[in-house]
């Protein structure tokens, strides 16, 4: 470890495994099982949203969105723990810690801003039914996706020029992955700038993004209780997916940035590691599994692709 008066940037990062490599072959096991679900699951979502016209609407257009999101986020954690667990010091370069640092921080805004932009799309769908497709077209789609994207990509550039300006005093880094305030705390100058701008970007995507999504189903749930059974149950239907996405990784992100910017050694390892990779493991694999079970025609779908692969001459394909 580099004495802490003198500053430096580091060649490369020492990652936090540790006693993770005492049965480190098994974690392997578990994580490539694991990958190869959550590139199948997004993957299989994705496809039938592309495969089925019936299916190129706005609300499954952001499921696919959030999808492939998820794989984004996927790959930029999952291939370097893989090689980081079979090396022998678990180390990664700077370059390629920022890079992550990078990937995994759009990854997180990005899948803030989808699910925001899904609430607005579900308020619209159950609040104004009528303008539905008028609000909602295809062109206003890929103009919400284009910012979905293009959003949090400015918003982490800026983060991450403000960090790469710092010298730091240190190169070992807490967790199994890189983050920006993991590399940040390593610094040997002020950093107040980086802790500003840093609570900007939770306040604009941690806070702001579902409180969106909050004021959307405050006005769903006044517009349920004035309409039948037969609408709430439906609308019902239709949210729950999307609820419960959000609230998980909401809860997920909020813990792991809230636990690692206090007391991130004051709990035992294998809980900090379990916190810190939570919003990187669940979300993607559930995602694809609410939407692609709980939403029938997505389910349906699913299902019929699945008999045409066993049974083909049975079932036709068919892009309706």
């Known amino acids: ?12 990062m020492m990652l936090g495994f540790g006693e993770m490599t005492s049965i480190k ?10 990958y190869v679900m959550i590139i199948l699951c997004n993957s299989a979502v994705i ?7 019936t299916l190129q609407k706005p609300m499954y257009i952001f499921i696919s969105t959030l999808c492939l999101n998820g794989l984004y ?24 810690c920022i890079v992550q640092d990078f990937a995994i921080n759009t990854y997180v805004c990005c899948e803030m801003t989808i699910l925001a932009v899904m609430g607005l799309d579900r308020y619209v769908s159950i609040c104004n039914p009528l303008r539905y497709n008028t609000i909602m077209s295809l062109t206003t789609v890929y103009k919400l996706i284009a910012t979905v994207w293009m959003y949090p990509f400015i918003l982490i550039t800026i983060h991450i020029i403000l960090t790469i300006r710092l010298p730091l005093c240190d190169s070992v880094i807490l967790k199994i992955y890189c983050d920006n305030w993991s590399v ?22 941690l806070v702001t993004m579902p409180l969106l999504v909050f004021i959307s189903y405050v006005e769903i749930l006044r517009v349920c209780a004035r309409s039948s059974k037969d609408f709430r149950s439906k609308a019902l239907q239709t949210c729950a997916p999307h609820l419960i996405s959000i609230m998980n990784f909401l809860v997920d992100t909020l813990f792991e940035v809230t636990l690692y910017r206090f007391t991130p050694t004051n709990l035992p390892y294998a809980l900090r590691i379990f916190t810190s990779v939570n919003f990187l493991v669940v979300p993607p694999l559930l995602n694809p599994l609410i939407y692609g079970f709980k939403i029938p025609e997505i389910r349906t779908k699913i299902f019929k692709i699945v008999c045409q692969v066993t049974f083909p001459l049975k079932w036709p394909l068919s892009g309706s």
Do not use: E
């Not at 470890?1 to 490369?12: E, K, L, V, Y």
């Not at 390593?186 to 970007?201: A, H």
């Open 73 to 96: 986020g996927s790959f930029a954690f999952y291939p370097n723990l893989f090689i980081n667990l079979l090396q022998d010091v678990q180390t990664i370069s700077y370059v390629g």
């Open 47 to 53: 496809a039938i949203v592309i495969l089925y016209k």
């Open 184 to 205: 940040v705390r390593l610094s040997c100058v002020d950093t107040t700038v980086n802790n500003i701008y840093g609570i900007f970007i939770i306040v604009s995507t």
């Open 1 to 12: 470890m580099t004495n802490s008066t003198t500053s430096f940037h580091p060649s490369a």
């Open 25 to 34: 072959y098994l974690y392997c096991a578990l994580a490539i099982v694991w």
